[in-house]
């Protein structure tokens, strides 16, 4: 999942990295970049469906597949099926994965969920299991790695938020608020933090291609026109007006790049950043 022209170079080389929502999508690309370029690595996901979300869940089988695709590169990973909203089974999972490997240096706090309704017609089940995923576990995943990070001198987490991080977002409140909600949280713990030598970012993609927007239940609120699910490229007409580049979607690999460059030592001094991999979308 290397972008071409790009070799492996052991850019967090003894490196150890836990990754939230592994399973697929965003996550698997974060895995496999990081062990591409050296690190062990720690997967984390549910692996079955969260109440209130109609996009296809990950699967056991998910995660047991991006763990044989990190062995294939030669990497280790210790893989966990874990729902981030379980602090107990959280912290014994990053504890286990940290003890297998010697310590804990990265963070990618990616677990997420999306579901749609107007801000006015939300329930409040909706509401809260958003922010109870996307936000509380995202603070959840940096409360019970931080010490691993402290106790190894220093450490980078990268928080994956959104275009919705930065930016009002039409039929998505309860998104929008907890993707704000992930930048708040990396500021004030980037200050925190930043005399243990552990520094924090978020990134901000736009679409991307994963299945969290490819089915028929989000390919739908893109094109209301139709009076049946748009097809692939049908979406894809709609998605590609979000963005300045004439892209309807970034890869997961986008996003996993971007993330390998705020772990590695090329960003040893950035800290409290918001990057958008977003094609220019904020920017519309």
Known sequence: MTRAGTTPSGRVAGKVALVTGAARGIGRAQALRFAQEGADVIAVDLCGPVDTVVTPPSSAA????????????????????????DRAALSAAVDAGASAFGGLDIVCATAGITSSAPALDLDEQTWNTMLDV??????????????????????????????????????????????????GLMRSMAKELAPHKVRVNTV????????????????????????????????????????????????????????????????????????????GSTRR
């Open 62 to 85: 998910d995660l047991a597949e991006t763990a044989a695709l990190v062995r294939e590169t030669g990497g280790r990973i210790e893989a966990f099926e874990v729902d981030v909203r």
């Open 134 to 183: 996307n936000l509380t576990g995202v603070w959840q995943t940096c409360a019970v790695s931080a010490p691993h990070l402290i106790e190894r001198g220093g450490g980078s987490m990268i928080l994956t938020s959104s275009i919705a991080g930065l930016r009002g977002l039409v039929g998505v409140a309860h998104y929008t608020a907890a993707k704000h909600g992930v930048v």
């Open 204 to 279: 901000h993609p736009t679409n991307v291609d994963t299945p969290m927007i490819q089915n028929d239940a989000v390919r739908t609120k893109f094109r209301p026109d139709l009076d049946r699910p748009p097809t692939r490229e049908e979406f894809a007409e709609s998605a590609a007006t979000m963005n300045l580049l004439e892209i309807p979607w970034v890869e997961p690999v986008d996003v996993a790049n971007a993330a390998l460059f705020l772990a590695s030592d090329e960003a040893r001094y950035i800290t409290s950043v918001s990057l958008p991999v977003d094609a």
